[in-house]
């Protein structure tokens, strides 16, 4: 999750991230949709998100994930470190057993979250680096992905790069849309490889040139966003969950005006909420995340947010379209 407020709210909000296991359930379905999907509108065309930690694909860009699936296009996600460090954020989960086994209980949260949204999903390998707590913070654990060289770590992401062949590439501003190291090391890592995957001098060992056409930043929690759906809330004699947030997040308009991109994406807003649930160390279902009424988000903010800094289409801003511009692969034949 994203945004700039004090470290606090800022690593509350990180927790807001995902719930219970409803795998065979949602296989089924993500089943279905990708089977419907085949040959739909957007076949041939390919996305990749980068992300930090198991949970940040269902937190952010997820409901247009699940939309662009729906309508056929292949969808990647990265995953760059495990989330062994991640603490447990929903107080139902927070067991020695789930405790003892942290890694391979993300994992199979992210299966979970893999099958709803109905994504392929690729572990780049590193080692979280934890939120260093404290003042002054705590030197970063030995091994861990935010202690790793950008060029070494850009390699492996450069390789998978090569050998998905995506379009579009997405990752977080270079504040690591929140100001988690491994946040701010998938933004250094991603610009590096996005920018290498094409040229035939870089990482020649990592198989052969793709140049994708589009890079993003996710802006999707943006203070704009939160103070509409605040404001909403409100207005309805509802509790805001935003009030102590937004008071102290100052107005940075010059930021929010670096969205170029906004996919209307509304009516996957229930899967985002599926996706996000199945990481269920990760995120208290009673908590702030889910207290703002789906129809009400749907109706105030239906949009999911991007800025487009990098373009080889030539496609006009703003746009409401990660693939707007891009021409599909002759042929299209879909590499994994
Ligand atoms: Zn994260």
């Not at 296989?27 to 940040?56: I, K, N, Q």
């Not at 109905?118 to 404290?134: A, C, E, K, N, R």
Request: one cysteine or more.
């Amino acid at each position: 999750m994203h945004e700039d407020a004090s470290p606090e709210a800022q690593r509350e909000t990180h927790r807001a991230h995902g719930e219970h296991h409803e795998g065979a359930h949602t296989d089924t379905a993500a089943t279905a949709r990708r089977a419907a999907a085949h040959g739909g509108p957007r076949s041939g065309l390919r996305l990749m998100h980068v992300h930090a930690h198991p949970d940040d694909e269902s937190s952010k860009g997820a409901a247009s994930t699940a939309m662009y699936v729906d309508q056929g296009a292949e969808v990647h996600v990265v995953t760059c470190t495990g989330g062994e460090r991640g603490s447990i954020l929903n107080p139902r989960m927070d067991r020695p057993d789930v405790l003892e086994n942290m890694t391979e209980v993300r994992r199979a949260e992210m299966d979970a979250a893999r099958e709803i949204l109905g994504i392929t999903q690729h572990w780049l390998g590193f080692v979280d680096s934890g939120w260093p707590d404290g003042d002054p913070k705590p030197p970063l654990p030995e091994g861990c992905f935010g202690l790793v060289p950008v060029e070494e770590a850009a390699e492996a992401l450069v390789r998978l790069i090569r050998q998905v062949r995506p379009h579009v590439v997405t990752t977080y501003d270079e504040r690591g849309g929140y100001p988690h190291p491994d946040h701010v090391m998938c933004h250094r890592v991603s610009v590096a490889a996005f920018e290498a995957a094409g040229d035939p001098d870089a990482y020649p060992e990592a198989g052969q040139p793709w140049t994708p056409s589009k890079l993003y930043y996710h802006h999707s929690f943006n203070r704009p966003r939160m103070t509409a759906i605040h404001e909403a809330m409100l207005e309805r004699g509802l509790e805001s969950p935003w009030a102590e947030r937004l008071a102290s997040w100052e107005p940075e308009p010059e930021w929010d005006a670096r969205i170029t991109t906004r996919v209307p994406c509304a009516d996957y807003f229930e899967v985002r909420d599926r996706a996000l649930l199945a990481h269920a160390t990760q995120i208290d279902p009673d908590g702030h995340w889910f207290a703002v009424p789906m129809e009400l988000s749907q109706s105030v903010w239906p949009t999911e947010d991007f800025e487009r800094v990098v373009d080889r289409t030539g496609a006009p801003l703003p746009e409401d379209d990660l693939f707007a511009g891009v021409t599909p692969d002759p042929g299209a034949a879909s590499a994994q």
